[in-house]
Every structure is written in structure tokens, then in C-alpha cells.
């Protein structure tokens, strides 16, 4: 039996997939998403060290401090200790989002535990800690599977409230879906499926619970939002007004069809578990209605990201552990087979993450902003080829001194930037510019990351 094992136990689970998310992360470096940086990253760079890239979002005001001011926090606390090089603090960073998704692993274990038993639970923690889709996101400081931590708790309060009407359930699962709004707005949807359990299985105490749970939550949003932005729920009202009310998302990033969603969750899922989750799907319980209502609005949405399905990479999980459990429960020396399963499904979901997904990461670009900002002779920095949001912005850079980005310019463009005496050094991305124009205005090769280039001042002969 799974509980049999040196790892049969949830807490080591945990702790081994937040290994494996730091290392992940590690290993690839570079960034995930453009909001990992400039909406995540960037703000925090900026409490903590006074300076930082600002973002359109945060000059529209469509975010709040929430998560940026606990990184900041821990930013402002790496700067006391004399921990400053890029690397290191986000290495720090890594730690605490992979310790947040461990917190998570818990509680999904918990969600399946109560639903389907204890060895369901064991082996929905143990895909789930180690699924190549998720692990490439659990380390990083992105607003949509951070969220999905307090999501899991709430619906793990939910279920209870399902099974025993108290208030205290309901006020728990209230406060845990309002956290995981405060970090990504999008989580209200799942407000829906929630309310509407409670309401069907007339948990009317669990319901006035969860109704004050949330409105506590909101109210501290407002506090935070008038504080930042001189007015309570700013932020909030700026967001949904951009994404849903004017529908500038769709317009400014592009508008899919509806099946958009449908090839990249399928290469998400774990094969092994597809024809499981869709027996789970007859249920019909709380945990499928929320990933079916949340699936089915962010796919009628103009506006789709990959992103954007990462919340329910848990309830994936959850859904299909079960029946999974069920039908690897009848199989003879189901110990050899589960085990060569679970090896081959550890080895092919890091590969996917590391080995198979470095190209879509920017590394060589950030390592070469790294490297940039620890020379002492950099007074200005310019970077030709990528758009500014694909760059490591001041937290990678960690320096104060002029940045200018150059993309989609001309050579002779690029050419008058590089004469300005502030600049020492030049990133450049791919084939942006000649290499002939670096040399002619005064640069020597300083290293190369694959495509990505380094170019310094040359020095001065006497």
C-alpha cells in the first residue's frame, strides 16, 4: 500500500515537490511570464530598494500591494542581511513561493482525503507535487497559481460545510476565496459555484459565514487600495473595468475561440489520468462544479492565456484521484506497477519542465542582465531586440543607473542611441542589430548566452 512507504506521508510530499519547484526554477532560470517580473517582482524591487521599472498596469492602477508588499518585505530583509545579487534573492523568492505551493499540496491532500480517502489523497499530493505543468509555475511569484493555495483551502472548508452546517466553515472558506482574489482577481469566479453549494445544500449558517468571511477580506482590500491609491477598491474596480466592462483585453491582446483552452489543457493533463478525471466528472459534487464553471468562463472570454488554466491543475487532480486510486487498487502487484508509473510520470513531468521548456524562459536574456548590472563599470545600459516586457527590468539588473530599450528600431536608430556617453554596455537580443554598428560606435564582444549578446565599451588605448 501507498501509506506502507518511506514517503507516505503528506508533509514529505510537499516538502519534495517544493524541492523540485525550486530546482526547476533554478534550472531554468530566466523568467516565466512577463507579470512575473513587472507586476510581481519589479514593485516589490521597488519597496524594498526605492527604484523599479513601472509597468502600464501599475500606472492605470489595475493591481494592489498585497503580494508585491510581502515580497517586499522579504526583499527589504535580503537588503538587511547584505543579500542583494539577483540571483540570490530570487533564489529567496523561489523558497517562499515553493513553500506557499507546499501549504497548497496539504491541502489538496486534505480535500481528497475527505472525499475519497487517505490513499487517494496520498497519490493525488504525490502527481500533483510533481506534475511537470504546475512545477513550472510553483516556484515562480505569478498571481494565478499562487492563488490556487487559498482556492484549495476554501473548497476543502466548503466541503465540510456541506457535511456539517457551521459558520465556522463557511467563514473560513469565505476568507480563503477572498485571499485568493486579493492575489488574482479571476479567482472571484469561483465565488460562484461556492456560493451556489452552500445555497443548494441550504448550509444557511455555512452561507452567512462564508458571505462575512469574504466581506472581511474585501473590506481590508479596500483599506489597502485607500491607502495606495486614494480610493478603496481601486484597484479592483480598474481591473475588472479593463478586462470585462470595456473589454480593452480582448482588444489590446488578441481575441481566441472559445476551444482555445481544449489542446492546451490536454497537453497539461497527465495522460495517465485523463480517462479517470472524466469518470470523476460524474460526481457531479462541489470540486467539479468549480472547475467546470471556471473552465467554461475564462474559455467564453475573448482575452486567453495558458496561464490562466493553472488554477485548476489541482482540481484536475482532485477530480481524477478516486476513480484512479480505485482502479490501481484492483491491479495484481500493484506495488511494481505503481511504482515504475509514478518513476516514469517523475522523469517525463521534470523533463517537461526543464529539459523540454528552456526556450520560452528568456534565460540567456536575464543572465546577461545579471551579469551586466555586477560589473562596476556599468553607467547605462541599453537593450536592442526584445520588447521591454521581456526583459529581467531592475530587479535582475539591481542597478540604478539608465536603462533604454530599443525594439523594433533601426540600425541608425540604435546607432544614435549607443553615442549617447551614458551608455556602457549594450544587451542585444538575436540578430536586432550588425554587429559591424556595435563595433563601429565603440563596443567590443563582452559574452555570449546562446543568441543573446553582452557588448561593453571598449577601453581607451593611451
Known amino acids: 500500500m501507498l501509506r506502507s512507504r518511506v514517503l507516505a506521508r503528506p508533509s514529505r510530499i510537499a516538502a519534495a515537490g517544493a524541492f523540485l519547484a525550486v ?46 508588499g510581502v515580497l517586499g518585505g522579504l526583499l527589504a530583509l535580503c537588503r538587511a542581511v547584505g543579500l542583494e545579487h539577483p540571483w540570490a534573492m530570487a533564489g529567496v523568492l523561489w523558497c517562499a513561493c515553493a513553500g506557499v505551493q507546499a501549504v497548497g499540496t496539504l491541502l489538496l491532500f486534505r480535500l481528497v482525503e475527505e472525499r475519497d480517502g487517505r490513499d487517494a489523497a496520498l497519490l493525488a499530493a ?35 460545510a456541506r457535511v456539517r452546517d457551521g459558520f465556522r466553515e463557511g467563514l473560513w472558506s469565505g476568507v480563503l476565496l477572498g485571499v485568493a482574489f486579493v492575489i488574482r482577481y479571476p479567482s472571484a469566479v469561483f465565488g460562484v459555484p461556492l456560493a451556489v453549494s452552500l445555497m443548494w445544500a441550504r448550509r444557511w449558517r455555512s452561507f452567512v459565514g462564508f ?40 482588444a489590446d491582446f488578441g481575441r481566441q475561440p472559445w476551444w482555445w483552452y481544449a489542446p492546451i489543457l490536454a497537453g497539461m493533463a497527465p495522460m495517465l489520468l485523463v ?73 517525463s513531468s521534470v523533463a ?54 530599443q525594439h523594433e528600431r533601426t540600425e541608425a536608430e540604435v546607432r544614435d542611441q549607443l553615442s549617447d556617453a551614458r551608455i556602457s554596455h549594450a544587451l542585444v537580443d538575436g540578430k536586432a542589430v550588425g554587429e559591424d554598428t556595435l563595433r563601429a560606435a565603440g563596443f567590443c564582444l563582452e559574452r555570449r548566452w546562446g543568441g543573446v549578446a553582452l557588448w561593453k565599451r571598449c577601453l581607451k588605448r593611451e
Open 23 to 68: 530546482l526547476v526554477a533554478a534550472l531554468n532560470r530566466g523568467r516565466l511570464h512577463p507579470d512575473e517580473v513587472f507586476q510581481y517582482l519589479e514593485p516589490a524591487h521597488g519597496l524594498a530598494f526605492g527604484y523599479r521599472v513601472v509597468a502600464w498596469e501599475w500606472v492605470q492602477g489595475l493591481r494592489n500591494w498585497a503580494v508585491p
Open 126 to 160: 504525490g502527481v500533483h507535487a510533481t506534475w511537470g505543468g504546475f512545477l513550472i509555475y510553483a516556484a515562480r511569484p505569478v498571481g494565478d497559481v499562487l492563488s490556487a493555495v487559498p482556492l484549495l483551502g476554501s473548497l476543502l472548508w466548503v466541503q465540510r
Open 211 to 250: 458571505a462575512v468571511g469574504v466581506g472581511v477580506v474585501l473590506l481590508g482590500l479596500g483599506v489597502l487600495d485607500w491607502l495606495t491609491w486614494g480610493m478603496p477598491w481601486h484597484s479592483a474596480w480598474r481591473y475588472f473595468h479593463f478586462n470585462i466592462a470595456s473589454g480593452s483585453s480582448a
Open 275 to 347: 480517462w479517470h478525471f472524466a469518470r470523476g466528472l460524474a460526481r457531479r459534487d462541489v470540486v467539479v462544479g468549480a472547475f467546470a464553471f471556471y473552465l467554461g468562463v475564462v474559455s467564453a472570454l475573448g482575452h486567453k492565456e495558458a496561464r490562466f488554466l493553472v488554477p485548476l491543475l489541482p482540481l484536475f487532480v482532485a477530480i481524477a484521484a478516486g476513480p484512479a486510486w480505485s482502479a490501481l487498487s484492483r491491479l495484481e502487484g500493484r506495488r511494481t506497477v505503481l511504482g515504475v508509473l509514478v518513476g516514469l510520470y517523475v522523469l
Open 352 to 405: 517537461a519542465a526543464t529539459v523540454l521548456l528552456p526556450m520560452g524562459l528568456r534565460s540567456g536574456l536575464i543572465d546577461g542582465t545579471v551579469f551586466a548590472g555586477r560589473d562596476a563599470a556599468l553607467t547605462g545600459l541599453v537593450i536592442v531586440g526584445p520588447p521591454e516586457w521581456n526583459t529581467g527590468g531592475r530587479f535582475y539588473l539591481h542597478r540604478e543607473v539608465p536603462v533604454f530599450m
